[in-house]
Each structure stands twice: as C-alpha cells, then as structure tokens.
C-alpha cells in the first residue's frame, strides 16, 4: 500500500495536521468525487502509518461510525444541524427509489434533500425535484427540502422541521428495530 496515497500530500500536510475537520472532510470528498482516492484504502493506510502526524487525526474522521460522504459545502453545513437535532448519521449518496438522494435515514423512512442553486434553478430541474418527491412518497417515505438559504441563514428553522417531523408517531414507530422501509444494497435497490 502506497504511502502516502496521491491525494493525501496537500491534505497530509495541512488540513491533516492543523486544518479544521470540515476541511479535511472536504479534501477526502473531493478527491474521492474525482477518482483519486477510495476512503476505505486511505484509512487503511492512515492505520498502517499511524505513528506519522496528521494519521490519528484522518483515521478519526475516516472512522465509519463518524465520517459522512457529500457532494457539496450546503451538505456539509446540514450536518451540524442534523446533530444539534438529536438524529443518527443519515445514509448519504445513494439511491432510494431510482435516484441518488443526500440524506437518508431507512428507519424514519425520511429523505432529505439540500437545494443549491447550481442543480435547482430551472423549470426542468424543479420537475425532476418534484418526480423525485412524488416517487418517495408513493414509496411511504417522507422528502424534505431546505434551500441553501435555509441551511446557511435559517438553521433555527431546519433544526425546528426535522424535529417535528421526527417526532411525528408513525416516526417514532418506525424507529423500532424492525422498520418497514427497506434499506438499499451497495446499488441503491431496495432489499426484501
């Protein structure tokens, strides 16, 4: 196994040692999007080099219980938000229903999606939102959508909606061991 792995020697080192998390987790998503790195083998890596500055740090943030796929900066700014409301990590880039979601969480049976200008702005781009929405809710789950204006300026109100919504009853149901919405294999398809 290469050490360092490509990607890693501008995230070694800055962002590994004296960048924020959100930085590095930036850096690690990016260089995945673009084929550069695979997570997985970058944090095996980080565990074989583990006496090198910046490695417990990445394998902290590479950790599976902690780090969290997105596509963008909106992404990662719901986040937070989504801890301030007591949620467990969503699932994060896959398919539900035939389309790649940014949040999921299969025993809520709730989607999310974060609304950027750059992918939601045309006529076409909000019916194909709106397809997505429909496909969700004929499956029995619940979409959400926060523009970036409410993710970035209006967090008060996200956190208030994905906690009214959470404790709706049938949500609270459903978080019971056996939910009844289907949790994805590895290529987005329901299992059941």
Do not use: C
Request: aromatic fraction near 6%.
């Amino acid at each position: 196994m290469q050490w360092p792995p490509p990607i890693s020697n501008a995230a070694r080192s800055s962002s590994a040692r004296t960048g924020s998390g959100q930085q590095l987790e930036a850096h690690i998503n990016t260089a995945d999007k673009l084929d550069l790195i695979d997570p997985e083998r970058l944090r095996e890596a980080a565990e074989a080099y583990a006496g090198l500055r910046g490695s417990k740090r990445l394998r902290g943030l590479l950790d599976r219980r902690s780090f969290v796929m997105t596509d963008s900066d909106l992404e990662r700014r719901f986040l937070p938000i989504v801890e301030r409301v007591g949620l467990p990590r969503p699932l994060t880039r896959l398919r539900v229903n035939g389309y790649l979601v940014d949040f999921y969480w299969p025993d809520l049976g709730l989607v999310v999606e974060t609304d950027g200008l750059r992918y939601h702005r045309t006529a076409a781009a909000q019916t194909r939102d709106r397809l997505r929405d429909q496909a969700h809710t004929a499956a029995g789950l619940t979409p959400l959508r926060f523009t970036h204006a409410q993710v970035r300026f209006e967090p008060g109100y996200v956190r208030a909606t994905l906690a009214r919504v959470v404790r709706q009853p049938a949500r609270r149901q459903a978080v019971a061991p056996a939910s009844r919405h289907p949790r994805p294999d590895q290529s987005g398809n329901p299992r059941g």
